[in-house]
């Protein structure tokens, strides 16, 4: 065998298993350090604002920090707050108004009974009365299966449901423990933030530092492109579902579309957690025009995200639009409602690797010194 082919292979095998191993070390290694991993990514967040603070308002950088660090906290928080207070006043409205809807869907739940059901089952009684005493004993067996199916799924659902309670409240002391090591770590790193890219810039080679420069550049642009395009897609839907209940004079058009705004980030659910009963209730109700214009209002508001999402994603992330598209198919395929996050990610540290000049590095590297 040609030995440069034999060397070829054996680079290629190389840098395989390098790439291989590193990325299940990564995997490994973040479930043991995810806390200053989050803080690494907190750090990096507000570390403009730390250096605004050190160099405009002359404040020590420990204490701009700090102060950084107080901003995000308190933004959070009144975020929540203010969440918290539109369900609040929500739950109120509907602790007035449900009532009313109940007694009106109990009497339409009694009306078909004694309408539709009763009939139907007299029906079926006679019927089951003509067959046969095989055939009689084969449904009554057919239906006791399907009883024991429901009955073993629901009982099944209800345990599980009751067992991940305790996991529950277990994960938050959890949850507090990391948030303050998060919070801590997130100090420290951002304190001594150029002291920490010093000794990485004396630890990388020109050429890794060059590189890695780029690849930082790319995705620090891509991140924050896909934030914006997120939050973009996030207010179109807002919009057009508070101009929609406006048009059908639903009352609390605003908080309605607010939350349902901010529902619509869960991947693939979106706005249909909320659509989708309302409509249904309504239809049940008897109210048919809010149905039928909730539900032109859902097929608006699904087509516009179907269309702009890919466009809004490409533009803001720096990706042609078909590929974009395609990663998003092939992410939800791969990783569910994960992969729709996970898709786009990956193609834009593909796309930033590849104009970095990785992959040309890596088969130059395969190709060596006789190509």
Request: proline share 4%; hydrophobic share 55%; charged share 10%.
């Given at each position: 065998?040609?030995?440069?082919?034999?060397?070829?292979?054996?680079?290629?095998?190389?840098?395989?298993?390098?790439?291989?191993?590193?990325?299940?070390?990564?995997?490994?290694?973040?479930?043991?350090?995810?806390?200053?991993?989050?803080?690494?990514?907190?750090?990096?967040?507000?570390?403009?604002?730390?250096?605004?603070?050190?160099?405009?308002?002359?404040?020590?950088r420990a204490l701009?920090?700090?102060?950084?660090?107080?901003?995000?906290?308190?933004?959070?928080?009144?975020?929540?707050?203010?969440?918290?207070?539109?369900?609040?006043?929500?739950?109120?409205?509907?602790?007035?108004?449900?009532?009313?809807?109940?007694?009106?869907?109990?009497?339409?739940?009694?009306?078909?009974?004694?309408?539709?059901?009763?009939?139907?089952?007299?029906?079926?009684?006679?019927?089951?009365?003509?067959?046969?005493?095989?055939?009689?004993?084969?449904?009554?067996?057919n239906i006791q299966?399907?009883?024991?199916?429901?009955?073993?799924?629901?009982?099944?659902?209800?345990?599980?449901?009751?067992?991940?309670?305790?996991?529950?409240?277990?994960?938050?002391?959890?949850?507090?423990?990391?948030?303050?090591?998060?919070?801590?770590?997130?100090?420290?790193?951002?304190?001594?933030?150029?002291?920490?890219?010093?000794?990485?810039?004396?630890?990388?080679?020109k050429k890794a530092?060059?590189?890695?420069?780029?690849?930082?550049?790319?995705?620090?642009?891509?991140?924050?492109?896909?934030?914006?395009?997120?939050?973009?897609?996030?207010?179109?839907?807002?919009?057009?579902?508070?101009?929609?209940?406006?048009?059908?004079?639903?009352?609390?058009?605003?908080?309605?579309?607010?939350?349902?705004?901010?529902?619509?980030?869960?991947?693939?659910?979106?706005?249909?957690?909320?659509?989708?009963?309302?409509?249904?209730?309504?239809?049940?109700?008897?109210?048919?025009?809010?149905?039928?214009?909730?539900?032109?209002?859902?097929?608006?508001?699904?087509?516009?995200?179907?269309?702009?999402?890919?466009?809004?994603?490409?533009?803001?992330?720096?990706?042609?639009?078909?590929?974009?598209?395609?990663?998003?198919?092939?992410?939800?395929?791969?990783?569910?409602?994960?992969?729709?996050?996970?898709?786009?990610?990956?193609?834009?540290?593909?796309?930033?690797?590849?104009?970095?000049?990785?992959?040309?590095?890596?088969?130059?590297?395969?190709?060596?010194?006789?190509?």
């Amino acid at each position: 065998m040609n030995t440069k082919y034999l060397y070829r292979t054996l680079r290629f095998f190389f840098v395989v298993g390098v790439v291989v191993f590193s990325l299940l070390a990564l995997f490994y290694i973040s479930k043991i350090t995810y806390p200053f991993i989050i803080a690494l990514v907190i750090a990096f967040t507000i570390n403009p604002l730390v250096n605004f603070f050190e160099k405009r308002a002359k404040m020590p950088r420990a204490l701009a920090v700090v102060v950084a660090l107080i901003i995000l906290i308190a933004v959070f928080a009144g975020l929540v707050t203010l969440l918290v207070a539109e369900v609040v006043s929500g739950a109120n409205y509907l602790a007035k108004v449900v009532p009313q809807h109940l007694d009106t869907l109990i009497d339409y739940i009694e009306t078909y009974f004694t309408a539709q059901i009763i009939p139907f089952y007299n029906q079926l009684t006679s019927i089951f009365k003509q067959l046969g005493t095989g055939q009689q004993d084969t449904i009554i067996e057919n239906i006791q299966n399907v009883g024991k199916t429901i009955g073993t799924t629901v009982g099944t659902f209800i345990k599980n449901l009751f067992g991940n309670i305790p996991n529950f409240f277990s994960w938050i002391p959890n949850a507090a423990t990391v948030l303050i090591f998060s919070l801590l770590a997130t100090f420290f790193i951002s304190k001594d933030w150029q002291r920490f890219a010093t000794i990485g810039r004396r630890l990388l080679p020109k050429k890794a530092q060059t590189s890695g420069r780029t690849v930082f550049v790319d995705l620090k642009k891509a991140l924050f492109g896909f934030i914006k395009a997120q939050l973009t897609l996030i207010s179109i839907t807002t919009v057009i579902i508070l101009i929609g209940l406006l048009i059908l004079r639903v009352d609390y058009a605003i908080t309605i579309a607010l939350l349902t705004g901010i529902v619509d980030i869960i991947p693939y659910l979106g706005t249909g957690a909320v659509f989708v009963p309302w409509i249904i209730y309504e239809a049940i109700g008897g109210d048919m025009g809010l149905a039928i214009g909730l539900g032109i209002l859902y097929i608006i508001v699904l087509v516009q995200r179907q269309i702009m999402e890919p466009k809004i994603l490409s533009s803001s992330i720096g990706l042609d639009p078909l590929a974009t598209l395609i990663a998003l198919f092939v992410g939800f395929k791969l990783f569910g409602f994960l992969g729709l996050i996970i898709g786009p990610v990956t193609l834009v540290i593909i796309n930033t690797l590849y104009r970095a000049n990785v992959f040309h590095d890596l088969w130059a590297f395969i190709k060596g010194k006789e190509a």
